[in-house]
């Protein structure tokens, strides 16, 4: 900007500003630049009349990117009087916004739009208040001034857009001070207190959820594909065909025609897609992505695309073509269509030829290393002439230039300041899918616009840190004339206690400290699956989280907490001792075992039973018997009874039998029906006839929240790995889970939500703890 900033400052001061906001204004690059530049669209000398500085700022600090050519002919407007109120000039704003992808303005249409020289009469202004406020006289007289007067200026402004809002909010208090008189010494008391509700009554606060662009958030459902669902409706983007209304969009002569032709092909259905790189097994923070892009098109009754981004060979294996497929539908969803990069290729490749020959696009000899960083010297290659650049890149494709030794770049600098991004490398390894037909291969900056706008993409949802690739996504579909989508970007959702790189997890691997990509200490989808996590509590979890710009990262036990809301009234109990403790009732009162039926789910019998057996035998948690017990403990001790759930016994411990080493063995105890006695202090679990299990159970695969943090772990994160993360036991359990199959959710009372692992074989059932029955808030 030229001039000294004192100049500036009194330039802004003469609009209307305040010293300090004009300061503040100043800091800001951008706003003070279109600023300026409207300043400079002032005639020499010009006297602002009263509040038209004001007005001129308001349109300089709303107008978009794409409306920025007519910031003339809003300024000429304001100068003279046209655009004269702030109503005014909003709806000019939106008027250019709408009509963004015509160059020229219909004046005529403008005006009308705008409102100009419309004039609104103080008796129209009188009419139109006296009848709002009839329709609501009844609600008025009787909550008398604490009455919501946001309500009648809504429909107000409504009835009457071009009206003065001062002179209509001056006509309100009159009318209403006519029909209530004074305020009286009941109107000026503070408002009566709501009346507090019992503990028991008690409702937690509701949580609001952060949404991009919304009036309010959705509140969660109970299936999760319904809940983020419902979430996304309240998320305000824009609709297919108006993406030239989206910030920084641009718009060139071809816009209109592109957008009207992509309406045709597409109906107007709003269209998303997933488009992971299969290279990898997905982790919690694709589930967010899954979730935002399929969940996104359900609620606008659109479509969704399952894209694999196939296009770097090396890494790419049929093993996470398939895991992705599967986790995509295993979290209820169902691709409209699954595509590949790879599909494209031949196009991809056929645009690049055209870049090249429009002078957008070179081959390039830099090295990867001599590209690296943000200021690396510029190519000396950049200007070589065109039908150089075509030759080079055909000998590229024929395979007639070794790896490394050129790439093809693309003349745009990206927001971060880096420049002339690689379009296509060289590879002389075969592809998943095309075989050898290629040797060079697109990057992610060429391959995924194109790809999107191929697909007809109405919303290009991604993370936060593509926001730096968004300049190149609408140059490039901009460049070739093609159909431009809108990228939106979110935060990204991060877990702590975990890492999700796939080169971190691959190392956990190779070094043996997990097993596969499905080990459950891990926060891969198939991970989370395999240890018992429902599908439904990732989807309610992801939609608690909002669609947000902010980065987050949330504990573990936010995630616990949807698992357990859910597989508490989905997972059967059954009954199950993890230390076995034996036990023998000495005047058990049946001849033979006693069969007996308990429920699925004690709180909803109608839910089903199963059978147990209850025999003189039977085993107990060892945690749940002490000889020596410390103070306020509740359970089965030498001198305290304790009651068995579902058996109608309280036992007592009459003798306590101990091995050579001094360790209790047995308890042999003598029962009474709980009728008979007295109430214990405590029921306990407890198994009879009992069949053998293997349980694992797990904790947190790392000691520190961010694993990855030099600071906090300064060794790294494989020396931050808890070497108890995973302890092998056998249990007893009862009768119930012998038919159990992979997958199948149990609740073992009082201990925990467990999982068949597929592990497990004919006679050996393997059960993965897949959360504690709740947060243990001293658990590290």
Same mark, same amino acid.
């Given at each position: ?58 349109? %300089? ?52 739009? %705008? ?666």
């Amino acid at each position: 900007m030229t001039g000294s900033p004192e100049d500036h400052i009194t330039k802004l001061t003469a609009l209307g500003l305040s010293e300090q906001k004009a300061k503040e204004t100043l800091k800001n690059a951008a706003l003070s630049k279109t600023i300026l530049k409207a300043l400079s669209l002032v005639p020499p000398g010009h006297a602002y009349a009263e509040g038209e500085g004001l007005l001129l700022y308001q349109v %300089c600090t709303k107008i978009k990117q794409q409306s920025i050519e007519h910031l003339e002919f809003l300024v000429q407007n304001i100068l003279q009087r046209k655009l004269d109120t702030g109503v005014r000039v909003d709806a000019a704003l939106e008027f250019l916004l709408s009509n963004g992808t015509n160059k020229s303005v219909n004046v005529a249409e403008f005006e009308k739009a %705008c409102g100009v020289g419309v004039v609104v009469t103080p008796e129209e202004i009188d009419r139109s208040v006296e009848t709002v406020i009839a329709q609501h006289k009844e609600s008025i007289v009787a909550q008398r001034y604490r009455f919501n007067v946001g309500k009648l200026l809504a429909e107000l402004r409504g009835q009457l857009p071009w009206a003065d809002g001062k002179a209509i909010k001056n006509e309100v208090d009159v009318q209403i001070f006519d029909l209530l008189g004074p305020k009286t010494e009941a109107d000026l008391a503070p408002p009566p207190k709501s009346e507090k509700k019992s503990k028991g009554d008690k409702v937690p606060p509701q949580k609001t959820e952060k949404i991009i662009i919304t009036e309010q958030a959705a509140e969660p459902a109970s299936d999760g594909a319904k809940s983020i669902s419902e979430l996304m409706k309240s998320v305000h983007f824009h609709a297919p065909g108006e993406n030239h209304k989206t910030d920084g969009y641009a718009v060139t002569n071809e816009t209109d025609r592109l957008l009207k032709e992509h309406l045709k092909r597409t109906g107007g259905a709003v269209r998303t897609r997933f488009p992971p790189e299969p290279n990898g097994i997905l982790h919690i923070g694709h589930a967010k992505a899954i979730n935002i892009n399929f969940g996104y098109a359900k609620s606008k009754n659109g479509v969704c695309f399952l894209r694999y981004d196939d296009t770097n060979p090396e890494k790419e294996e049929e093993k996470f073509f398939i895991g992705i497929k599967d986790m995509v539908e295993w979290l209820g969803y169902k691709p409209y269509k699954i595509t590949h990069s790879s599909d494209y290729f031949q196009q991809l490749y056929d645009w690049a030829v055209l870049l090249i020959s429009n002078g957008l696009a070179y081959v390039c000899h830099q090295t990867a290393d001599e590209m690296k960083g943000f200021n690396p010297e510029p190519s000396k290659w950049r200007n070589r002439p065109i039908e150089e650049n075509l030759q080079l890149f055909e000998d590229m494709k024929n395979g007639k230039i070794d790896e490394g030794l050129a790439t093809l770049r693309m003349k745009i600098t990206l927001e971060e300041g880096k420049m002339d991004p690689v379009a296509y490398r060289i590879k002389f390894i075969p592809h998943h899918r095309t075989g050898s037909d290629w040797c060079i291969y697109p990057t992610y900056d060429y391959t995924h616009c194109l790809c999107d706008s191929i697909e007809d993409i109405t919303h290009s949802l991604c993370t936060k840190e593509f926001q730096s690739r968004r300049s190149s996504y609408y140059w490039l579909c901009n460049a070739l004339k093609i159909y431009c989508p809108v990228q939106w970007e979110y935060g990204r959702l991060n877990v702590n206690y975990t890492v999700v790189s796939k080169r971190k997890i691959g190392k956990l691997i190779t070094e043996g400290i997990v097993e596969n990509w499905d080990d459950p200490r891990l926060f891969t989808l198939t991970a989370l699956r395999r240890r018992g996590f429902p599908p439904e509590a990732i989807n309610n979890f992801c939609a608690q989280m909002g669609v947000t710009g902010a980065q987050s990262s949330v504990d573990p036990s936010a995630l616990e907490a949807s698992v357990r809301d859910v597989l508490n009234v989905t997972a059967p109990r059954a009954l199950v001792v993890l230390e076995p403790l034996k036990i023998t009732i000495t005047n058990f009162p049946h001849k033979e075992p006693l069969g007996l039926q308990v429920p699925n789910f004690p709180n909803n019998p109608e839910k089903g039973s199963h059978s147990i057996w209850l025999d003189k035998v039977l085993y107990i948690e060892r945690s749940d018997f002490s000889e020596n017990p410390e103070k306020g403990y509740r359970r089965l001790t030498p001198n305290q009874s304790v009651g068995l759930r579902y058996a109608g016994f309280v036992v007592k411990v009459s003798e306590i039998i101990k091995d050579e080493q001094g360790a209790i063995k047995e308890l042999l105890c003598v029962c009474d029906s709980s009728e008979a006695a007295e109430k214990p202090k405590a029921f306990i679990q407890w198994v009879s006839h009992p069949n053998e299990i293997e349980v694992r159970l797990y904790e947190k695969l790392f000691r520190h929240k961010n694993p990855e943090d030099a600071n906090e772990v300064p060794g790294g994160f494989l020396s931050d790995c808890n070497q108890d993360s995973l302890n092998v036991i056998t249990a007893y359990a009862d009768a119930s889970v012998v038919n159990a199959k992979v997958y199948d959710k149990y609740q073992f009372e009082r201990i925990g939500y467990f999982s068949v692992d597929p592990d497990m074989r004919e006679g050996h059932l393997v059960f993965n703890r897949t959360v504690t029955l709740k947060e243990d808030a001293g658990k590290n």
